[in-house]
């Protein structure tokens, strides 16, 4: 491999050095911005995790906090409900298929050389405790939140 880039050597020293790093990638009018992890996979053997629509920072520190969580033993499942991930709600984690990787996980793609890694989407509610797939979702924010894979 030649030599990596400044960011791409960011990625590998975070995981090297905490287990994994976290892409945040602001939103446009393409769709909303979007935080995944990298690296989770392969030091822990848990699946990546990647969360789509809320402010990048927070994204940042919930995948942290998950990710914290991870190397106490914790896993997380997909097609389970967890609380505590964001105060007050509960979050669904489904597995994202894998046509989406290219289009929102690139840099994991290049760490993995390809798309053989599981990746769970952390789905949140509105304040109101409504989730994207339900008929109450509200239309002015129907595209903050595209889910990535199967509801059950």
């Known amino acids: 491999m030649q030599n990596p880039s400044p960011g791409d050597q960011k990625l590998l020293n975070n995981i090297e050095e905490y287990g994994w790093h976290v892409i945040k990638v602001m939103g446009d009018e393409e769709g909303p911005g979007f935080g995944y992890s990298v690296g989770l996979y392969k030091t822990f053997g848990h699946a990546e995790i990647i969360i789509i629509g809320l402010k990048l920072d927070l994204i940042h520190s919930i995948i942290n906090r998950m990710g914290e969580d991870i190397r106490s033993g914790k896993t997380f499942s997909p097609d389970h409900y967890y609380s505590g991930l964001i105060e007050g709600f509960a ?62």
Do not use: H, R
């Open 91 to 152: 979050c669904y984690l489904t597995s994202v298929e894998s046509k989406y990787y290219d289009e929102y996980v690139g840099y994991a793609n290049w760490y993995y050389k390809g798309t053989d890694f599981p990746l769970t989407q952390c789905v949140y509610p509105t304040v109101k405790n409504i989730y994207p797939w339900q008929k109450e979702w509200p239309k002015e924010i129907q595209t903050l939140q595209p889910v990535l894979g199967n509801i059950q």
